[in-house]
């Protein structure tokens, strides 16, 4: 088809693009960093798709990016000679919003223009983040091996449709126009662009080209030439050398591949050599993105292999249950033409995950146990936006199960709320004299499990029970029966034996009584036959008159609601 199109965006498109307009306002020089990162991906499609077809590059090889503006137009050009779209492409990429998650995300949304911000900030702005700052956009792009008469044109004002239609475009990739709105001039300055592009884009491994600026003597002014020259450094972050790379580098570098708004809470960044030879940087956000549950979301590690980006979300690099960590892992072993199939095989991908995996556990451990209170509050937050995807780690990996479960907080008796801060260690330091396990109360809600009357005994006798009330808590537990040879047991277990901490005068006290109220129990067992398998004697209660006990070997009261919830 060759006549101009109108159509109209995706409903979400046309609400994202309302909100971000206002909400991200004090913020709008990000456009130029959302336009350079998908130049960027672009031309990283390319040159992975140029390793089996090298035609791809047709007579221009070396990719780079354009930033260039027009006075007089109010325009600013930023042009790539990547993959290019097709039309099909330019409809769905730039008229849809094909992202998981998109509903709940939408669901989220508050109207409070900061809060609204953070979130729109993690869900990613993107492309139509240049609408902030212009009233209409023109994509021209020709994808990659394509005729040069089968370039595409698109546009948009950002309210509800865009145009499409075909068009001439010798040179290969995308030129996005931005056509600035009245108030916008200030961004028509050379200086102005290349400072916003040192700012936030100085790690984009390909060159970002800008006119050349010089003085006219003649007419008093600078005028820009035809000369164009790199204004970034133009080479991989992840390959420099740590001391070359400021914190805000990291931080920049960080946005560029996770899509976030946010700074990370943590990174680490190390060259390895020995048996596999590779580079990771991997960092971890500072809040739990809203798809973290989404089983199909996209990961967080791009592969590269000797600079060349291969994949994203490289699953296999990193387990599951660290689905959040985002960064980069670049091989020097891997061949460039390396599928997902042969990632699952690969020996070199094996021994990448397992150092990636420890690396990140290793990143942790410093955070938890450091002495300074900051790091101390980074794992604290770490621990409550990703503790409970942690906790999988424990039935995912066995090699590293007594690592994780050092990692592992809980809400606790020994506090009044229902802060996660104790951890195992912490508990065993406060044991009493003769206690020989770790006891812990499970439940649906943290006001269920403080209030279970099965902690009365503990109560009086000042024995600390952990609380747990997470989801995966109760499955957890079936992969963690102790703790540093110390048991773990629950309090809603019959036969509750509380060893030592019992002494001989209670002991004896206790066998009297049960003797005294043997038939009382035995008339009971039979009139709720049928309700209960067996009624006893407890003197674990101290205010209530009777409670529900599992058998030593059942599930528990909690695990069987839940199943029976789950239709099991
Ligand atoms: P994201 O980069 O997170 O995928 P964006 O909103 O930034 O989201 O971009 C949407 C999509 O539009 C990209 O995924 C890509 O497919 C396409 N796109 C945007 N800019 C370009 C470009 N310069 N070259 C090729 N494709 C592009
Ligand atoms: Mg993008």
Redesign the pocket.
Same mark, same amino acid.
């Given at each position: 088809v060759s006549e101009k199109q109108t159509l109209g965006f995706q409903a979400e498109v046309k609400q994202l693009l309302q909100m971000m307009i206002h909400s991200m306002y004090s913020n709008k020089e990000i456009f130029l960093r959302?336009?350079v990162?998908?130049?960027s #991906?672009?031309a990283d %499609?390319l040159r992975f798709e140029a390793i089996n077809n090298g035609a791809l590059f047709e007579t221009d090889p070396e990719l780079k990016i354009k930033v260039t503006f027009d006075k007089a137009a109010r325009t600013i050009t930023?042009s #790539?000679n =990547?993959?290019?779209?097709t039309r099909d #492409?330019a409809i769905s990429?730039?008229g849809t919003i094909a %992202?998981s998650g998109t509903k709940e995300f939408f669901s989220k949304l508050s109207g409070d223009q900061q809060k609204d911000a953070a979130l729109i900030g993690q869900f =990613?702005? =993107?492309?139509?983040s240049a609408f902030i700052i212009a009233d209409k956009i023109t994509v021209e &792009?020709r994808r990659a091996g394509t005729n040069p008469t089968e370039g595409v044109r698109w546009e948009s004002e950002g309210a509800g449709e865009f145009s499409i239609e075909a068009m001439d475009k010798v040179s290969r =990739? &995308?030129d996005?126009v931005l056509h600035l709105r009245p108030e916008e001039d200030e961004f028509l300055s050379a200086w102005k662009l290349k400072s916003i592009i040192q700012k936030y884009s100085d790690h984009i491994s390909l060159p970002i080209l800008m006119q050349k600026e010089e003085w006219d003597e003649e007419k008093k002014e600078t005028l820009v030439t035809e000369h164009f020259e790199t204004v970034n450094q133009a080479s991989a972050l992840w390959a420099r050398s740590k001391s070359d790379i400021t914190e805000e580098q990291y931080v920049e570098f960080y946005k560029h591949v996770s899509?976030d708004f946010e700074a990370p809470l943590i990174y680490t960044h190390n060259r390895v050599e020995g048996r596999s030879e590779y580079t990771q940087l991997l960092y971890i956000p500072a809040r739990a993105p809203f798809d973290l549950w989404d089983r199909n979301k996209r990961g967080g590690i791009k592969l590269y292999v000797k600079r060349v980006f291969i994949m994203d979300d490289a699953e296999q690099l990193m387990p599951v249950y660290l689905r959040f960590v985002k960064g980069v892992i670049d091989s020097a072993d891997l061949p460039l033409n390396v599928s997902r199939e042969i990632l699952q095989e690969s020996r070199d991908v094996r021994v990448i995950r397992e150092g990636s995996t420890k690396r990140v556990l290793s990143m942790l451990e410093e955070l938890a146990n450091n002495d300074d209170q900051a790091q101390k509050d980074k794992y604290a937050t770490f621990w409550t936006q990703f503790g409970q995807v942690l906790k999988e780690g424990l039935g995912e990996d066995a090699t590293n199960k007594d690592r994780i479960a050092k990692l592992l907080r809980f809400a606790s008796t020994n506090n009044d709320g229902d802060a996660q801060t104790v951890s195992f260690a912490d508990y065993i330091g406060r044991m009493k004299e003769g206690q020989d396990k770790i006891y812990y109360a499970t439940g649906e809600t943290f006001t269920a499990a403080r209030n279970s009357p099965h902690l009365e005994i503990f109560r009086k006798k000042g024995v600390e029970v952990l609380l747990l009330t997470d989801r995966v808590d109760e499955w957890m537990l079936s992969f963690l029966q102790d703790f540093e040879g110390k048991e773990l047991a629950s309090v809603a277990k019959g036969g509750l034996d509380l060893g030592t901490l019992e002494d001989e005068a209670e002991k004896k006290q206790h066998e009297e009584t049960e003797t005294q109220f043997k038939d009382l129990a035995e008339k009971m067992k039979l009139s709720l036959a049928a309700k209960a398998k067996d009624v006893r004697v407890t003197f674990r209660l101290t205010d209530s008159p009777a409670c529900l006990v599992a058998d030593t070997n059942e599930l528990s009261g909690n695990l069987m609601r839940m199943l029976k919830a789950a239709g099991q």
């Open positions: 959302e336009l990162s998908n130049a #991906d672009a %499609k930023v #790539d =990547g993959i290019g779209m #492409d990429h730039l %992202k =990613g702005v =993107g492309f139509y &792009t =990739g &995308t996005i899509h």
